[in-house]
């Protein structure tokens, strides 16, 4: 009795063992939840400016800033809930450090930027990035080797930004950005292979734009609020990647974006040192931003 009995878990048991093999074997299968992490690197272009007074005038440029390539490194996490076939529930986070930039601050008593009472070049190669964005995915065309898909979501972006001199250990003024708002997207999956396939997504964006700054050695500013800027805006992006599929649990992936945020205008107000507000016009903010991401996949 004994021997048959197992004999018989033995045969269950290799049943068992070449199912298990065949699963992993298996490429290209989606997922119930999938978690991505890995290594994220942007880089940025960003300015402002503001007028002399409410009305945009005297002069029509007052103030200006020009972060130019400012690079941060930092990690990412990203999940996608499936709880229907068509149905995709997406969230992305990551935060960085800057590590590299250059900001250039300049003023004007003159319209059209002439008459330059201010010019001064700083470093930036301090400060954060932090980044998070959910998304809700209609697969609404699904066929044999692509997928199209539409998407309504909301991004909330936050960027702290250092004006630095080697010069002087004193300064350390900043400015931080913030964009958030709700975003729609169109996108879709093309399969080269069973495991190999590519992704691309088109996502615009109505934005909220707030900013806090720090003019830390400037008297005539109170610390650490010296003025505040607000506006409205909106972002446009493009995403392409590539991802291959291991077995039917890992793959490894890898994407770029290339986009750019900008707003209209909008308000400034100066929180002056004797307890004045000045208010006046914040002629708007515009940033370009690269970003590419590598990292691996795991599906369960």
């Not at 490194?73 to 999940?79: D, I, K, M, P």
């Not at 093309?190 to 997504?201: A, F, P």
């Not at 734009?209 to 830390?216: I, S």
């Amino acid at each position: 009795m004994f021997p048959f009995y197992l004999s018989c878990n033995i045969k269950r048991l290799t049943r068992l063992f070449i199912l298990i093999l065949f699963a992993l074997e298996s490429k290209g299968q989606e997922h119930r939840f999938s978690i991505s992490t890995g290594g994220v690197a942007n880089i940025n272009s960003f300015n402002w400016s503001i007028a002399g007074n409410i009305q945009g005038m005297a002069p029509n440029i007052l103030s200006e800033l020009k972060f130019n390539q400012v690079t941060a490194l930092g990690v990412y996490a990203e999940g996608v809930f499936r709880p229907f076939k068509r149905i995709e529930i997406q969230g992305h986070y990551q935060k960085n450090g800057t590590i590299s930039g250059t900001v250039h601050d300049a003023d004007y008593n003159g319209d059209n930027r002439s008459k330059i009472t201010y010019d001064e070049y700083f470093q930036s190669n301090q400060g954060h990035l932090e980044a998070f964005s959910a998304r809700v995915v209609l697969n609404g065309l699904i066929r044999k080797n692509y997928t199209l898909n539409i998407g309504i979501g909301y991004n909330n972006t936050q960027q702290n930004y250092f004006l630095l001199s080697p010069d002087n250990e004193k300064l350390r003024t900043t400015y931080l950005a913030k964009w958030r708002g709700p975003t729609l997207s169109a996108g879709g999956k093309y399969h080269i292979t069973q495991s190999l396939y590519l992704e691309g997504v088109f996502t615009f964006g109505l934005l909220q734009y707030n900013a806090v700054a720090n003019w830390n050695l400037a008297r005539e500013f109170q610390h650490p609020v010296s003025f505040k800027q607000e506006a409205n805006g909106n972002s446009l992006d493009v995403k392409l990647g590539i991802i291959y599929q291991l077995n039917t649990h890992l793959g490894v992936m890898a994407n770029g974006v290339l986009g750019r945020s900008t707003t209209k205008a909008g308000t400034d107000i100066a929180y002056l040192s004797n307890n004045a507000q000045v208010v006046t016009q914040f002629n708007g903010a515009h940033s370009r931003y690269a970003r590419i991401s590598m990292g691996i996949i795991f599906g369960f």
